[in-house]
């Protein structure tokens, strides 16, 4: 399978505490994508970075990329109940749009 | 709407049966994609279309799978001779493309008796 890795497979947290989760890819990218998915609902974008990049920022995440290792990490810092879903690892090629998920994290932020 | 839509939210079906699942992407967005999500895992790419043509159709498992996008907007992904092993949530999300963020449906819940 072409999946990539991520893990943990699931983390559960109390609110406040911050969560990471990493993903390990296969490919040779041009971009890597996180995206997040409630239960039951579609995936929803939270935050790219292109190979080139090491480190990226978008409010309370942020993203690293090591693509000698092919492997991520998504940080969310002061986690809230909401952000309670299961976040996924995307890696885009060179040659092609579509998109390679990994296994998924799935987080739980307690109250 | 404002985003992508996907009918049937849920279909149910009886195993050889053929279902087709339909996607209406964001206006303006060039390029559409379909996943199939199972129970726990991630989507896994079944085909892309950029315009009217299938750009990459890998991801197809084999010949009971189709999908068409006949004027650029509307797709529908079509399965035939249905077997339990195709039950599973269907995505679609469409995109500006060039590697630009993809926007996703709620997906079609298939389940095959």
């Known amino acids: 399978s072409q999946q990539g890795e991520e893990d943990p497979q699931a983390l559960s947290i109390q609110e406040g505490e911050n969560a990471t989760m990493n993903c390990s890819y296969k490919t040779s990218i041009n971009n890597l994508q996180w995206y997040r998915q409630n239960s039951g609902r579609g995936l929803v974008h939270l935050i790219l970075i292109r190979s080139n990049e090491r480190e990226k920022h978008s409010g309370r995440l942020r993203v690293t990329l090591d693509t000698s290792k092919k492997s991520s990490s998504l940080l969310i810092t002061a986690s809230r109940a909401a952000d309670t879903a299961s976040y996924f690892c995307a890696a885009r090629s060179y040659n092609t749009d579509k998109l390679i998920f990994g296994t998924g994290t799935r987080l739980q932020v307690f109250p | 709407g404002a985003g992508v839509s996907q009918t049937p939210s849920n279909k149910v079906t009886e195993k050889g049966k053929y279902v087709e699942l ?17 129970l726990g895992q991630g989507p896994e790419f079944l085909i892309y279309f950029q315009g009217t043509g299938a750009a990459d159709d890998s991801g197809l498992p084999n ?7 006949p004027e650029g907007s509307v797709s529908t992904l079509k399965i035939q001779r249905t077997e339990r092993g195709d039950s599973a949530v269907y995505l679609c999300a469409s995109s500006l493309g060039g590697g630009q963020p993809q926007h996703f449906g709620d997906g079609t819940r298939l389940s095959i008796l």
């Open chain 2, 22 to 38: 339909r996607c209406d992407p964001i206006s303006g967005h060039t390029a559409l994609y379909w996943y199939r999500q199972s």
């Open chain 2, 63 to 69: 010949d009971r799978f189709f999908a068409v996008r």
